[in-house]
């Protein structure tokens, strides 16, 4: 038995990339609660004490990667003729090694 | 106990219950009193306390931690002297209260009173993450993260870290708690055959330095059997000695961690029992 078992890889291989892969996102959820909630009500305010717009018509997304996160705002602001202008605002963090990097870097790339 | 001290502070935390840290911090502060540090170790497990029968005080126990921020009782009548080491105190834990006894004033007054007489407060966290495990870290300067070669100790572990980066008084500061990781009950064989998480995949997983390897030994469990710090029951047994190497560490000395190996024949190799 215990000479079959030298022939058997183990499984600590993966036990180290279920926990690569698990703590990841965890760091990402855990220091992260609602990032994307917290960025739009602040983008949103700013950009509501200038112009009026559709609520309805303004939208946030954000796609994390293994290297680059991506925000992107999207708002529809309806200017005085009636006609629509889009302003866009991009940011490209550089997601951080570990914890909170990534959130301050977008806040700065975003303030 | 009247000379003016300043001392340093550590948290034995892990998040995972049962992978180590009583019986780390009772390793830990003996051997620290046994090199002429005077410490104090401080259960913060109210209502499941531990350390006082890992160190062999369990009959002595009249005051507690609670008595003393409830002010039943003053400090120096709840803390408690080794009767092997006369620099190692002990201040335990409530048996019978509930974890909201602890306040967060109450515990920063007993942690600065100490300061001035001890030259190490060790504070025993409670598994988990809440109050009682975020009031031991509060006040850290450094904290000890003991952690199992197991999928569900590092992954705790590293929820530990975050807390340590957020919700200590150094953290909120700005500061940052010096984080050490203490791998228990490793397994060299286990890991050789990859069974078990190796150090270099732990490592590279918490991202911490490294304070120490204790490798899984029978002496840890006869220790807590009779009551005494490995490493005063056993000071040449390899887990002690990867005890002291940390504390040697701990006070800043530069010294290589050893990966813990066991010299077996051939038979062994093919053959082997388990670990001990």
């Known amino acids: 038995m215990k000479l079959f078992n030298l022939f058997r890889r183990g499984s600590a291989p993966i036990a180290r990339e279920r926990l690569q892969i698990l703590l990841a996102h965890e760091r990402n959820a855990i220091h992260q609660p609602d990032l994307l909630g917290i960025l739009r009500e602040e983008i949103l305010g700013l950009i509501g004490r200038h112009v009026s717009f559709d609520p309805d018509k303004v939208q946030i997304k954000m796609d994390r990667g293994k290297s680059v996160s991506t925000l992107a705002v999207d708002i529809e602001i309806p200017n005085s003729r009636g006609a629509s202008v889009i302003v866009s605002q991009t940011a490209r963090p550089v997601a951080g090694r570990r914890r909170k990097r990534a959130v301050s870097e977008i806040d700065q790339r975003v303030a | 106990m009247n000379d003016k001290k300043s001392a340093r502070v550590l948290v034995v935390t892990s998040g995972k219950g049962g992978v180590g840290k009583t019986t780390s911090t009772a390793a830990l502060g003996a051997a620290l009193a046994h090199q002429g540090e005077k410490v104090v170790v401080i ?148 890991a050789a055959r990859g069974e078990m998480l190796s150090i270099d995949d732990v490592l590279e997983i918490l991202s911490i330095p490294l304070l120490g390897i204790i490798p899984e030994s029978e002496e840890v469990l006869r220790a807590s059997n009779v009551g005494s710090p490995v490493t005063l029951n056993s000071p040449l047994s390899a887990p002690a000695r990867a005890y002291f190497e940390a504390t040697r560490r701990l006070k800043g000395e530069t010294i290589p961690v050893k990966i813990p190996s066991e010299s077996r024949g051939i038979f062994n190799k093919l053959f082997g029992r388990k670990a001990a």
């Open chain 2, 43 to 190: 259960d913060f497990d109210v209502g499941l306390r531990n350390l006082d029968l890992v160190l062999g005080a369990e009959r002595r126990v009249v005051f507690d931690l609670i008595n003393v921020i409830h002010g039943v009782a003053k400090l120096p009548q709840a803390l408690i002297r080794d009767k092997r080491l006369e620099n190692l105190f002990l201040l335990p834990a409530s048996q019978t209260r509930d974890k909201d006894a602890l306040t967060e004033d109450g515990v920063a007054k007993v942690i600065a009173e100490l300061r001035s007489k001890f030259d190490w407060i060790v504070c025993d966290s409670p598994a988990g993450i809440e109050r009682g495990a975020t009031l031991a870290m509060r006040h850290a300067d450094a904290a000890i993260i003991v952690t199992n070669p197991e999928v569900s100790s590092v992954r705790d572990s590293d929820r530990i870290i975050g807390l340590l980066d957020s919700k200590t008084e150094k953290a909120e500061r700005g500061e940052c708690v010096d984080k050490h990781l203490l791998i228990t009950r490793y397994n060299p064989w286990r």
